[in-house]
């Protein structure tokens, strides 16, 4: 989303190049070993993997966590009641 933002479709369009190729040469070379539709799946695990790889290089950032309670808050007040209810109506039947 930063690249997007950035406009910087060039790094972009590298990364997601290097996916295709991933994707599409890992799902035939995994087929042609005998993983029949496990294929597949390995082969957008291995795209997924590639694209958070290339991505954290092309445009580094820093990890950490943000706890922002002015949101939890928000949601909460209707995410509590809403789920309540929900519960009270399984407990119920």
Do not use: C, M
């Amino acid at each position: 989303i930063r690249l997007e933002r950035q406009l910087a479709f060039d790094k972009l369009a590298i990364v997601e190049v290097a996916q295709a190729v991933v994707y599409n040469g890992g799902a035939i070379l995994l087929a042609l070993a005998g993983f029949g539709e496990l294929s597949f799946g390995i082969a957008l695990l291995l795209r997924s993997l590639t694209g958070a790889i290339l991505v954290s290089i092309v445009r580094p950032w820093r990890l950490g966590w943000l706890w922002d309670w002015q949101r939890v808050r928000s949601h909460l007040a209707f995410g509590l009641p809403f789920q309540g209810a929900k519960i009270v109506n399984l407990v119920k039947d």
